[in-house]
């Protein structure tokens, strides 16, 4: 069992982790950090956490665990302060959806002082955001993927994989850029490629949204999401974005020169193989 | 009400209707035209169809009210049987998602022998196919979009729209062409872009798909449908479509360099302005 367990930032991620750790009694103490007292009282409140604070070093302070929840672009601002304050032997993990940047900022503060760091990125997302829409089931059936690095110790990995997978997480690792990249592909590019509908329809004729149906709803969901959380994601996996928006780029190059091409048999059996392969993910 | 409904093509929309009209009671008689005797058999069995034939014409002749239902592709094809069989004052309309082409083809062959008919498009299609899928309220709260021209009569317009409102759907005219363009915008393009989205993911690294969550399946969710009736649409749309192709490469394109800018408040202010243009679809 977790002795202290500290979240910085209690938003949908942070929130909900804290609601789960609680519901769970996966931890003897449950210590939020925010930046306003006002945004955590509303946790005290309702029992999620034992105890809050603005002063990061009073929170990381004596727990044997803390979980990063601040926005991606915060995050690495907040490294330093969690590294002075931590103890020895605690864990030192995060739910950023981009890892290579802060895994590196991380292991640079290891090499001065040892300190057990895993990058993580539960992948339970919303277009919501806020302690507000947080629940204890969140992470239930999500997906979490963990990014150890040849620098990572087992034991290190091991403990955060416990967190999540007690929580009704299922837990994978990926080296950080690779994850970067995957994460890219299918979650980052398809969110700027829905803006992008959402403006060309808009550059066309916006009376068209009047014509829009399921379809196009769903395709297009993830662009209501939170500007400023997804405009410092763009900039913290700008790299690994730009590959995958070449590779897009490329995909609807091919598809657009054979449906010009006027050769129905080729067309059906490219969306044929298409179809099969998004069939597969249910 | 309809003395005889002439359903051509049974399929989800086809046979959706005839169940429509059947729980509605519009129709004294159904008559479902197919190309298989097989492919009829269950809707005569549920009873959703009181006769059933593979001849078009021996379907047509005497009917009150023709819906074309079959794939848009074949539609085309047909009308001529249609125009020879159906008996004066009729009304013929169909349910095709690219309006130009065909309403050009009815209306040169109602220059030769004047008939009534209405280009329509219910917005409630599905990934899935076939009568197995239909159901009596697939038309509820769906849109409608009728494309009357200037040679079509009041009368016929208003007996179409009494048609799809009658089995719950919400009716708007638009002239062919600017229908033509909206549901590439809305429909055409948002598909192919998915099938793209897919297709560059198998191209980066098809274990990427592992790490997809519910943000990658509600964009790309239409990229499983039928091969076949989007090599059609794609095939009778694809002027329109290409117009979308460029609007969109032209969104994405701007999206991309201010990402690439780094400048914070643009991003998070295009960012809002999408945001706000998709929250408006609820």
């Known amino acids: 069992m977790i002795r202290r367990l500290t979240i910085v930032g209690l938003g949908l991620l942070g929130g909900s982790l804290a609601k789960a750790a609680r519901a769970e009694s996966l931890a003897r103490e449950i210590v939020a950090v925010g930046r306003r007292v006002g945004s955590l009282e509303p946790a005290l409140a309702d029992g999620a956490v034992d105890r809050i604070t603005t002063d990061i ?8 665990l803390v979980v990063l929840a601040t ?5 690495e601002a907040q490294l330093p302060a969690v590294w ?15 890892k290579a940047r802060i895994v590196r900022a991380a292991e640079a503060l290891a090499a001065k002082r040892p300190l057990a760091f895993v990058g993580g990125h539960p992948m339970a997302g919303s277009n919501l955001a806020g302690y507000g829409v947080s629940r204890a089931d969140l992470f239930r059936g999500a997906l979490v ?12 990995l091991k403990r955060a994989s416990e967190l999540w997978e007690a929580v009704g997480s299922r837990v994978m690792s990926l080296d950080p850029v690779t994850h970067d990249r995957a994460v890219a592909a299918v979650s980052h590019l398809p ?55 070449a590779a897009f780029r490329a995909a609807l190059g091919d ?27 249910g």
């Open 71 to 75: 926005p991606v672009a915060t995050l």
């Open 145 to 156: 993927i963990l990014t150890p690095t040849e620098r990572t110790s087992v034991d290190a």
């Open 191 to 245: 969110h700027l490629v829905a803006d992008a509908l959402v403006a060309a329809v808009a550059r066309m004729d916006p009376q068209f949204f009047d014509v829009a149906a399921r379809g196009f709803k769903d395709t297009t969901r993830i662009a209501a999401s939170d500007p400023v959380m997804w405009r410092d994601i763009f900039e913290q996996n700008r790299e690994a974005l730009a590959e995958a928006l």
């Open 255 to 281: 598809l657009e020169s054979l449906v010009r091409s006027g050769d129905g048999a080729r067309i059906e059996a490219e969306l044929e193989r298409i179809r099969a392969l998004r069939e597969r993910l």
């Open 84 to 98: 002075r304050a931590a103890a020895e032997g605690a864990l030192v993990t995060d739910v950023g959806s981009a």
């Open 57 to 64: 070093a009073e929170g990381v302070a004596g727990a044997d």
